[in-house]
């Protein structure tokens, strides 16, 4: 199934307290409850200044923009993984997605 990470603009998402990402888990907890599709699974987010960056396990990116509508979270570009790598693809080849 195809991995995407999901760029998220969100000002002062850096500065959000601890109840507040827990507020946003939960909702996005909640939007994965409805049809998104089969599968369809939240990996991990990463909460920068400004934007919060999401990997998800989606049928496709239609899939991806309902969760963020049904969450009510902007989905400001999807990006559909091709490849991953890291130190150990020195050595070797980049794994596909």
């Not at 995407?4 to 939960?26: D, N, Q, V, Y």
Request: aromatic share 6%.
């Amino acid at each position: 199934m195809p991995k995407f990470i999901i760029e998220r603009e969100l000002p002062g998402a850096g500065s959000l307290s601890e109840a507040e990402l827990r507020r946003i888990a939960g909702k996005s907890c909640e939007a994965l409850q409805g049809d998104l599709g089969e599968g369809y699974h939240w990996v991990q987010s990463f909460v920068v200044d400004d934007k919060v960056y999401c990997v998800h396990i989606a049928p496709s990116e239609e899939a991806v923009r309902k969760h963020a509508q049904v969450g009510g979270f902007p989905a400001d570009r999807i990006s559909e993984v091709t490849a991953t790598i890291d130190p150990a693809t020195a050595e070797g080849a980049a794994a596909r997605a």
